[in-house]
């Protein structure tokens, strides 16, 4: 079945250092791509996405580029913030044929904390 | 504001007893969802509903119940039948369930058992 991976964390990094969070992706299909970003003890947000391949999410900073032919999706920040604190899920959005369903498969989650 | 409202923040079970988590939207979203986030193990879909009076089990329906009377509403009922209930539950909405859309995520309950 559909499933994502991302990096292990958690991963501590001091302000203003450079971030990437990896991602990968096995479907069968062509799926969206999400990021999504977890404060503590709040719901999810949803960071950025990217629908086709190439396509590249970007919000607050964060980028994240749609590689099909590396089946990636990999998060990057160019200067981290204290405020940027957070756990990150990555996900996938895809139909399954005849059923009409378009579940977010996630990744387990990679805990970022930025010290000052 | 259009949101997602979850009530109550905590909830505590006694063994034996059924609990009720309420969602509510006031996004006019078709789609609503609820999912149990465990440590270390990401989201897992428990149940989706994309239109009133419809809803689908996801990957961990069991011990778990739902419906959708209404639009705005999609409670979930944790069961007696859920030996391990404790966990990090999350009403999320979309606007029709449809790929590539974004789903909007509430504050979340946590149950924990007494």
């Known amino acids: 079945g559909d499933s994502v991976t991302q990096m292990e964390g958690p991963v501590t990094l001091s302000e203003e250092a450079f971030l990437t969070i990896n991602c990968t992706y096995t479907a069968t299909g062509y799926p969206s791509l999400f990021w999504y970003v977890q404060y503590p003890g709040e719901g999810l947000q949803l960071l950025l996405k990217a629908t086709k391949a190439d396509d590249k999410g970007s919000n607050k900073g964060f980028e994240a580029t749609y590689r099909k032919e590396t089946t990636s999706f990999h998060l990057e920040k160019g200067s981290v913030q204290v405020s940027d604190s957070a756990v990150y899920f990555c996900a996938l959005n895809l139909a399954y044929s005849g059923a009409g369903s378009y579940q977010l498969t996630f990744g387990k989650g990679t805990k970022l904390s930025v010290i000052p | 504001d259009g949101g997602i409202t979850q009530s109550p923040k905590y909830l505590f079970r006694k063994e034996g007893q059924n609990v009720t988590l309420s969602c509510e939207q006031n996004?006019?979203?078709?789609?609503m969802y609820w999912y149990r986030q465990d440590p270390g193990q990401g989201l897992r879909l428990i149940y989706y509903?994309?239109?009133?009076?419809?809803?689908q089990k996801g990957d961990i329906a069991e011990g778990y119940s739902v419906s959708r009377e209404k639009k705005e509403s999609f409670p979930l009922t944790v069961t007696s039948a859920q030996k391990n209930p404790t966990a990090f539950y999350l009403c999320a909405s979309s606007i029709s369930g449809g790929q590539g859309e974004t789903q909007y995520f509430g504050p979340g309950t946590r149950l924990l058992v007494l």
């Open positions: 996004l006019n979203h078709d789609a």
């Open positions: 509903s994309q239109i009133v009076n419809d809803f």
